[in-house]
């Protein structure tokens, strides 16, 4: 499962790398940058496959259109890349509704003698890197529209298989336009998709601060000192 994660850029930065911008209105209203720690529920910036030239704040935790209340976002955090073809919610997104996810970080929780320790994990090829994922758009009986969406999750390199048994779908940057693409079908898209190649992956451990959603500030993404 990937449940927390980190972005920590400018939206200048965010501008730059994927060659998008974000709408004044969106930044005016509400501007979730920086987010050291990102949690289910945050608004964070999403690149989707109807509008693959902007940023749009999006809710993490797909809340399908069908839904009667917002709370199902809670346990569709994440779908899991071997099942999403199985699973009517997921297949009808995955058909129409692709987006792709930036951060700059993720954090997972490593079991050990002592308890569970937090680590960073980074890519180091890229500053940013983008998570496959699949959006929604839901009203609410009171008529709020929320754009929400979910990170794919698949089986780890051997690196990060050491600290958990899940990874997000980052994607290559050559793959990011593909995944938005309308031209190439679904199960081709998810066909490309592989764990990151470890030599590209860095992890380190975290304080233990970061297991509290409240807890928001730079000294989170510092390597914890035994």
């Known amino acids: 499962m990937?449940?927390?994660?980190?972005?920590?850029?400018?939206?200048?930065?965010?501008?730059?790398?994927?060659?998008?911008?974000?709408y004044s209105e969106d930044l005016?209203?509400?501007?979730?940058?920086?987010?050291?720690?990102?949690?289910?529920?945050?608004?964070?910036?999403?690149?989707?496959?109807?509008d693959s030239h902007h940023f749009r704040p999006f809710r993490w935790g797909l809340i399908p259109y069908w839904?009667?209340?917002?709370?199902?976002?809670?346990?569709?955090?994440?779908?899991?890349i071997e099942t999403i073809m199985e699973k009517t919610t997921f297949r009808k997104a995955m058909e129409k509704r692709r987006c792709i996810?930036?951060?700059d970080g993720f954090y997972e929780?490593?079991?050990?003698?002592?308890?569970?320790?937090?680590?960073?994990?980074?890519?180091t090829d890229v500053e940013?890197?983008?998570?496959?994922?699949?959006w929604d758009k839901w009203i609410s009986p009171e008529?709020?529209?929320?754009?929400?969406?979910?990170?794919?999750?698949?089986?780890p390199n051997n690196k990060l298989n050491e600290i958990h048994d899940r990874m997000p779908a980052i994607l290559l940057k050559d793959q990011e336009e593909l995944w938005l693409s309308e031209d190439i079908a679904p199960q081709e898209l998810l066909n490309m998709?592989?764990?990151?190649?470890?030599?590209?992956?860095?992890?380190?451990?975290?304080s233990k601060r970061v297991n509290n959603v409240r807890n928001n500030d730079a000294d989170l993404i510092l390597e914890a000192i035994e």
């Open 128 to 134: 940013i890197f983008a998570i496959a994922g699949l």
């Open 28 to 50: 005016e209203r509400y501007n979730p940058l920086p987010n050291y720690n990102v949690a289910p529920s945050h608004i964070t910036p999403v690149i989707s496959n109807i």
């Open 101 to 103: 996810v930036p951060f």
């Open 143 to 155: 008529g709020k529209v929320i754009y929400s969406f979910t990170l794919i999750t698949q089986k």
């Open 67 to 80: 839904a009667k209340e917002s709370n199902i976002g809670y346990k569709m955090i994440n779908a899991r």
């Open 109 to 123: 929780w490593k079991k050990t003698a002592d308890g569970k320790v937090p680590y960073r994990i980074q890519t």
């Open 2 to 22: 990937c449940g927390r994660s980190s972005l920590t850029k400018t939206e200048k930065e965010l501008e730059e790398r994927f060659n998008a911008s974000f």
């Open 193 to 206: 998709i592989a764990p990151y190649p470890e030599e590209h992956i860095k992890a380190y451990p975290v």
